[in-house]
């Protein structure tokens, strides 16, 4: 089975960025996603297709992909960026989560 | 908008099957395929499969294979998810999402999310 690895938590203070990582067997071959997930809701897409932000997703949130890791950049942190942050990509039609990454903004 | 809103929280004994509805709202309903993922507590996501309500055609898990049934109405505007031989193991929230695919080439995201259907697996 396909697997995306990510650090269990990273911390960052206020305005500072932020920096999460997703590693896996030749992910520069496939498109990641990232979704953003606060306490007691549902994920909401922040990254799709390694660059590109959604709508609505604010300018300080950027991705990048180079070699086999995945990047999601927080430029600026907000206190309401605290979340759960998840990687999700495609590996033979089959749909992979890496093990989420909690960001505290301390 | 686009929304999916999906059926209330379960409570099923060791054995039992459970049925989860998510209804579509917003968007034309058979255009996109709807996945289903679940959510044990503390832990990350973990795919089951989609069905498209096109045509009915689904793909699971190989780890739900057997257990797992997707169905769609499409007079409804609504997919469901049938999970038998529940274990304790399989409490969970359990999440329907919307495929959006992006422009020219790549790959789908999930785009929105359901609210969540809580199921508890307990003797």
């Known amino acids: 089975s396909y697997d995306l690895t990510q650090p269990p938590s990273v911390s960052v203070s206020p305005g500072q960025t932020g920096i999460i990582t997703c590693s896996g067997d030749?992910?520069?071959?496939?498109?990641v996603c990232w979704y953003q997930q606060k306490p007691g809701q549902s994920p909401v897409v922040v990254i799709y297709?390694?660059?590109q932000r959604p709508s609505g997703i604010p300018e300080r949130f950027s991705g990048s992909t180079s070699g086999n890791t995945a990047t999601l950049t927080i430029r600026g942190t907000q206190a309401l960026d605290e979340a759960d942050y998840y990687c999700?990509?495609?590996?033979?039609?089959?749909?992979?989560f890496g093990g989420g990454t909690k960001l505290t903004v301390l | 908008q686009v929304q999916l809103v999906q059926s209330g929280p379960e409570m099923k004994k060791p054995g039992a099957s459970v049925k989860i509805s998510c209804k579509a709202s917003?968007?034309?309903?058979?255009?996109?395929?709807l996945h289903w993922m679940r959510q044990a507590p503390g832990q990350s996501h973990e795919w089951m499969g989609w069905?498209?309500?096109?045509?009915?055609?689904?793909k699971y898990s190989r780890k739900f294979w057997g257990r797992v049934t997707l169905t769609r109405d499409t007079s409804a505007n609504s997919v469901y998810l049938e999970l038998g031989s529940l274990r304790p193991e399989d409490t969970a929230v359990y999440y329907c999402?919307?495929?959006?695919?992006?422009?020219?080439?790549?790959?789908?995201?999930?785009?929105?999310w359901g609210q969540g259907t809580l199921v508890t697996v307990s003797s």
């Open positions: 999402a919307r495929a959006q695919v992006p422009v020219g080439i790549g790959s789908p995201y999930f785009d929105p």
């Open positions: 030749k992910l520069e071959d496939k498109h």
């Open positions: 999700q990509a495609w590996d033979s039609s089959i749909v992979v």
């Open positions: 069905i498209n309500p096109g045509d009915g055609n689904t």
């Open positions: 917003g968007y034309t309903f058979v255009r996109y395929t």
């Open positions: 297709q390694n660059t």
